[in-house]
């Protein structure tokens, strides 16, 4: 199996706060990876360091190192624009800018220098078809994306990822905020995606880590406890901690 | 605690299972003395009890079902919860084996029957001492106690070949020794079926503890 990110003895730090202590992990490639654990204990600080979303709040310092492809994200040689285009990342809430369909799905391609029309048109329906949302949306691509429903808005933030061409989809919670049947639809969605994308994805729902899932790790106070198989974490987690946390005992 | 309530239905679960157990080694015990002395009313006290088994197999089993509905176990409970739905299914065929000798100890008559099963006392020994470890081992996750049991297995096998020569020699003996002989062994079959029944058991007391049933992982 094929290394996509790769986690070496990365710490991070919030002011004197030590909110990642030493995170070994290696994710791969087309698989789906879900990061669960206690709220506070560092899964979604650790989601926004492989995109360098955390470079945008203060005292923030990061050691250690993040690979993606076997290169190190925060060299100084890293352009962020370039590496968040590689890295898409959809929010717990869904956040379509307030446009229409159409342009929030040009919007990356545009700002990264796509302006022929036939050109974004592609890119747009096949973006949209990829999310399972262009049928549902064709007839009103130049209606406001706000009267979607939300679990259309959050399959059109996954399109407007999906439209700039990236490797890999970090989603934080994406489906905490919406209904069941919005939350099947997206899963399904994402099962079929990590046919061509590496998938990481935050999550508090165990059965929602079980159903999409291949691997697994189980984060606590700032440590990765336990990473594996998703089957195995659920069926025979190794260290105890990660079967009273899923379990239900704490959390 | 979080989850206090499916801790509370989890220890439900168990007192259930330890009650049947209960239940069904009465039954065992029940059958040897009214086998030794005779006593059909007993034997049919026993056939009746079974009913209160089969009751308790039902019930345990939807106690497990609603379980799995309402808190979609994982990990040890989900394991805990599925072997005691396997558990039970060995523990009512247990009852139904000691019903079915109870029925045949109805049946017989005269003083010449208990010089017949010599033996016959020792595969109920056999057999209660099994379904108890059995049911140990699964309580307690003891994997040393569940081999002991299985190991049994081979005592109680040993005495079936030892019982069916016993009958087959009376039978020779005396052609009018035919039937109850024949009733003799079906009393010795169901106590070794007993034994194999305690061995599932200890096969799941495995499967509660390393997920994986011989060695061949489940789940």
């Known amino acids: 199996m094929e290394n996509k990110i790769e986690a070496r003895d990365l710490h991070l730090y919030y002011g004197e706060k030590h909110a990642l202590k030493g995170i070994n992990l290696d994710i791969y490639k087309n698989k789906v990876t879900a990061l669960i654990g206690p709220s506070g204990c560092g899964k979604s600080t650790f989601l926004k360091s492989i995109n360098r979303m955390n470079d945008y709040i203060d005292n923030v310092k990061i050691t250690g190192q993040i690979y993606i492809d076997e290169e190190e994200v925060y060299s100084e040689r890293v352009d962020t624009t370039i590496l968040r285009k590689k890295v898409g990342m959809v929010f717990q809430q869904p956040n379509p800018f307030p446009m229409s369909i159409y342009d929030n799905v040009a919007y990356g391609p545009r700002v990264h220098g796509v302006k022929d029309k036939k050109q974004l048109d592609t890119i747009v329906k096949k973006s949209l078809d990829s999310c399972v949302l262009y049928e549902e949306v064709k007839d009103r691509l130049t209606s406001s994306a706000l009267g979607l429903s939300g679990g259309q808005q959050q399959r059109l933030c996954i399109a407007r990822a999906l439209a700039v061409s990236p490797d890999i989809i970090l989603l934080d919670e994406p489906t905490s905020a919406l209904d069941p049947i919005s939350t099947l639809k997206i899963e399904e969605l994402l099962l079929q995606l990590k046919e061509e994308y590496t998938i990481v994805i935050v999550t508090h729902n165990m059965q929602q880590a079980s159903r999409i899932a291949d691997y697994t790790a189980f984060f606590l106070s700032g440590e990765m406890i336990e990473y594996g198989q998703t089957k195995d974490i659920f069926s025979l987690p190794k260290d105890k901690r990660t079967e009273d946390y899923i379990t239900g005992r704490f959390g | ?219």
């Open chain 2, 1 to 219: 605690m979080v989850r206090s309530r499916f801790e509370i239905e989890l220890k439900a679960l168990r007192t259930e299972l330890n009650k049947m157990t209960y239940l069904v080694i009465e039954a065992i015990e029940e059958c040897v003395v009214a086998l030794k002395t005779q006593n059909i009313e007993l034997a049919k006290q026993i056939v009746e009890n079974d009913i209160k088994i089969n009751q308790m197999e039902r019930a345990i089993e939807a106690r497990c079902y609603s379980l799995i509905l309402k808190q979609q176990p994982i990990a040890s409970d989900l394991r805990m919860i599925s072997t005691a739905l396997k558990v039970v299914t060995d523990l009512e065929r247990i009852g139904d084996q000691s019903a079915d000798i109870a029925k045949i100890i109805t049946t017989l008559q005269g003083d010449s029957m208990y010089r017949m099963i010599e033996h016959i006392p020792d595969m109920a020994r056999v057999a209660k001492k099994m379904v108890k470890g059995a049911i140990d081992a699964f309580n307690t996750n003891d994997l040393v106690l569940a081999n002991q049991v299985v190991m049994m297995d081979d005592e109680m096998d040993e005495y079936f070949i030892i019982v069916k020569e016993e009958i087959s020699e009376h039978i020779k003996s005396d052609i009018h020794n035919t039937d109850i002989g024949i009733n003799f062994i079906i009393i010795a079959k169901y106590f070794e079926r007993i034994g194999d029944h305690a061995t599932n058991i200890c096969e799941w007391a495995e499967f509660k503890t390393t997920g994986s049933v011989n060695e061949h992982r489940l789940l």
